[in-house]
């Protein structure tokens, strides 16, 4: 009966889902792709232990936009990376400068980023290799040519040559590939698939024309370590830049903490801003549900007469109103759902390709629910209410209200 | 002859802002089973509100009404939906059918809410359907019917519960004087065949095809009279 009510009424129906469709799906996507984000990041830096930590250049930035300043300052060297060494309890300090260049090899010549770094670096970025070798100390120490590509690079410049041996030119500089990268995500900061991986040296004299690093990963021998081994790391900075003063610092550690609480932070905010968009267009949306509901409702009050007339109780009038109000926010929702899904699938692609960030699409259960549960509440409390004050009427006197 | 309907001062007043009016005023009445009765007066003479509160759509505000001995002025909602379903079948004038279901869908509605099954509704409906002779329109969405192939499956709506009398209000008001002949004619039939009914109307050519004539004026029971001369209605058959 109910479902018949559905189908006879086609354009209320179609409006009513319509409004319940565009609500969760919008809920759906904002909340998914800001959870994927989050996701990617999170995952990103879970990747590197709890035991490390980060030191970067300059000041800790406070909002999105002082943190491009950190790529510029040159205050942390090549002492500084020495000296961080020998701090007791520190088991690793690697450092990274990269930077993109032009590379080349025979006529292909394309821009790519060029990570310079100790040997370290494969295991602090969980590199894998698919051919050929990562470098080691031996040619970090002999400032050796040497570079491993990523998994793309290997693909478009070399396609269907074994680039092991072959010379690659890097702005100026010719390197011997020694190893490619297994095919590997997009990290926080860097496309591993995209990017070159050698020596730090070279990168530095020879490739990038500096003596400073943006980064550096340093590596506590345990978790309970890492207070002090961040303490440890500001005095020695501090001594070498010859700075009394805290305030002043031209450099922040970051731990794993941190990191992941400022990322948490910032998705959170744009989460919560994309939010409200989705909340907007889930009132409009609601609203749409609760005018078409009102109205169909008051159009039918005849019927409602009429069929307590025929001998319908109040109960089982309500209860037609209830299930068709079910019905249609149920479907709208499922419906929703599957939209909001697919485009979140959508996003996340478009993101990839456009915006060359790919992270996994990660569905919001929390979306879904916020979504189908708001618009299924409107859609019952207003299908339903105006349907128990006709459902109240006198058979006679809805069977007269015009 | 078994009593069908008593009332013993039945009365309805209605109050609109402090003001009441007395739409009746100490209704006694007894209709038996198998009669044809017709109810007429002027219109505000309170013939439909008497209608109504014997087709257990409304409550009178004193007075006692008797269905089959039951004390129906003092059932609850619930209980007079149950007689209203179980006992009663109703044509109204303005046919009050659901325009976007099919003849079947409409004539199956008060089993629906009897709880016959699917498919005893189907065969039910099917039957009274052949009865007003609406078979070949029976997937036909009522709103594309005539109206007086409309107030026919009103008819076979409240046919299909077998009821125990059918309530006509104004059955031919809306309709042209054929269609209406064919209304009558129809009730006529059902009344031949045993079935109660009660017709409501201010025409006097409608009443004159009744067994008996209640005239009410003012809220009360002017005259109540054996109709001697009834009119038959002649056969047509159903135009279709």
Known sequence: MAVSGIFVHKSRSILTTLGIVIGITSVMVVISVGESAQGLVLQEIQQFGPSNVFVLPGKEPKGFTEGFGTLLNDSLKQKDIDDMAKIPNVVGVVPYAFGTALVSFESESERRTIIGSSHSSQENFNLEIESGRYFDTFDVDQKARVAVIGYDIKEDLFGQTDPIGKKLRVKNTTFQIIGVLASKGQGSFVDYNDSIFAPYPVVQRDVLGTKHFQRVAVEADSVENVSNVVLDIERVLRENHNIDDPEKDDFFVQTQEEVANSIDMITGVLTVLLGCVAAISLVVGGVGIMNIMLVSVTERTREIGLRKAMGATRKSILYQFLTEAILLTGGGGILGVCLGIALTFLAVSLAHSFLDISFPAVISIKGIVLGLGVSTMIGIIFGVFPARQAAKKAPIEALRSE | ?240
């Not at chain 2, 209000?169 to 009660?198: C, W």
């Not at chain 2, 009360?220 to 109709?227: F, H, L, N, P, S």
């Open chain 2, 1 to 240: 002859m078994k009593e069908l309907i008593r009332t013993e001062e039945l009365a309805k007043i209605y109050e609109n802002d402090g003001v009441e009016t007395h739409a009746l005023r100490g209704v006694d009445l007894s209709i038996q089973e198998g009669e044809f009765v017709a109810i007429v007066g002027p219109s505000g003479s309170g013939k439909s509100t008497l209608m109504q509160i014997l087709g257990c759509l409304d409550r009178p505000s004193k007075g006692k009404y008797f269905f089959e001995e039951r004390e129906i002025h003092t059932y609850s909602d619930e209980e007079l939906a149950k007689i209203r379903n179980e006992r009663i079948g109703f044509v109204f004038q303005a046919f009050n059918l659901l325009p976007r279901l099919s003849v079947l869908d409409n004539v199956m509605l008060p089993l629906i809410y009897r709880g016959t099954s699917p498919k005893e509704r189907e065969q039910k409906a099917k039957k009274v359907i052949e009865l007003v002779g609406l078979s070949d329109r029976i997937d036909y969405h009522t709103s594309r019917l005539s109206g007086g192939q409309k107030q026919r499956v009103a008819i076979a709506r409240a046919l299909v519960t077998d009821p125990k009398i059918i309530f006509a209000d104004e059955p031919t008001g809306n309709l042209d004087s054929k269609s209406g002949e064919v209304v009558l004619r129809f009730l006529q039939d059902l009344n031949e065949e045993g079935h109660t009914i009660a017709i409501v109307t201010h025409e006097s050519y409608v009443a004159q095809s009744a067994r008996r004539m209640l005239h009410i004026v003012d809220g009360e029971i002017d005259k109540d009279e054996v109709i001697t001369k009834r009119r038959i209605v002649a056969q047509e058959g159903f135009s279709k």
